[in-house]
């Protein structure tokens, strides 16, 4: 069995999640920990924030 990882592909942002991912994305969350709250890959979260015109703060 593979190990588990963000299986959750290509799922449709509720907005409840979109919401979420405002409020975390004003309070200067870094990526990782975004997509750990909303279970999703940083690469999902980034593409939604771009989509919505949010900056995300990248952890360096």
Known sequence: MAAE???RH???WT???IQK??????????????AKALT???ESVKTR??????GIT???
């Open 5 to 7: 990882r963000f299986e």
């Open 10 to 12: 290509k799922q449709a």
């Open 15 to 17: 907005p409840d999640e």
């Open 21 to 34: 991912l405002h409020t975390l994305a004003k309070k200067g969350m870094p990526l990782k920990a975004i």
């Open 40 to 42: 999703r890959s940083e």
């Open 49 to 54: 924030a771009k989509a919505d015109s949010l």
């Open 58 to 60: 990248k952890l360096r």
